[in-house]
């Protein structure tokens, strides 16, 4: 759970905060939002791909098969590939809109990492803000900046029919799984526009973000082989902990809720 509060001088002025040590806190999710900058590089190792939101399509990188898992996240919190999302590299601190619908720079109450000294300060003693509170701002004002710009490409890609459905199968220990609710581009409409509708798209920005998508599809594998690992972790530690019950003479099967499955196979 989170608690985002606007930084203040009258709330954190005399506290400082910590850098996470790993990526646990973002252990949950499945997808995470991105912005057309930062597309060339997730590429090279992570799947890409777009979901709805309001009636407009984002990108987004695909970490997991099954809502609530993020397969990228190791037990021990590291992040398992070389690009590691924007949004992940601000944590604890988060931009969110005002009732005035001003952007204003906040922070995770929850998250473990404010702390009353040795870590880095929010404001310094005259009472401005700290450097590295005015670099992660500056950091998420380049984001916000480019998400503006996003949402245009992805605009025009809707309106020239290059997003479409993507229909991913899972195959687990209970049969063939459909994932929904994600979209991809659409190689063939791609290939069939005109010229003039293929210079719009080019001009926006659309085409880098359509091949970016396209050529990350490759990478959906990798979360396959990591769901595989996982699975196989979570069984072996499953029997580890019967095996164990079993010797002390005592059965319990609570540990059965870890991975919320139970196989006779």
Not at 66 to 91: E, K
Not at 124 to 139: H, Q, R, Y
Not at 171 to 196: K, M, W, Y
Request: proline share 4%; with cysteine.
């Amino acid at each position: 759970m989170t608690d985002y509060h606007a930084i203040t001088r009258e709330r954190h002025g005399h506290q400082h905060w910590l850098k996470p040590s790993g990526h646990r806190f973002a252990g949950g999710d499945a997808l995470c939002l991105m912005v057309a900058q930062e597309l060339p590089k997730a590429m090279l190792c992570l799947p890409i791909g777009f979901i709805v939101e309001g009636e407009q399509f984002l990108p987004v990188a695909v970490q997991g098969l099954t809502r609530g898992q993020n397969l990228l996240v190791a037990a021990d919190g590291r992040w398992l590939t070389s690009y590691i999302p924007a949004h992940y590299r601000g944590y604890p601190f988060l931009m969110a809109p005002t009732e005035q619908g001003e952007q204003v720079l906040c922070i995770d109450e929850a998250s473990g990492l404010l702390c009353d000294s040795g870590g880095e300060p929010f404001f310094n003693e005259d009472g401005t803000p700290a450097k590295s509170v005015l670099e992660i701002l500056a950091f998420f004002n380049q984001i916000e900046a480019n998400r503006q710009l996003t949402r245009r490409i992805c605009a025009v890609l809707q309106q020239h029919g290059l997003i479409q459905p993507w229909l991913i199968t899972v195959h687990g220990e209970q049969g063939e799984q459909q994932v929904e609710g994600l979209f991809r581009i659409d190689e063939s409409v791609l290939n069939a526009l005109t010229a003039e509708s293929l210079s719009e798209v080019r001009t926006v920005g659309g085409l880098t973000v359509a091949y970016c998508q396209l050529l990350s599809m490759q990478h959906l594998s990798t979360l396959g082989t990591l769901a595989h690992a996982r699975a196989h972790a979570e069984a072996e530690k499953a029997r580890l902990a019967q095996a164990s019950l079993f010797q002390s003479g005592e059965l319990h099967l609570g540990f059965m809720s870890d991975s919320g499955t139970f196989s006779f196979g």
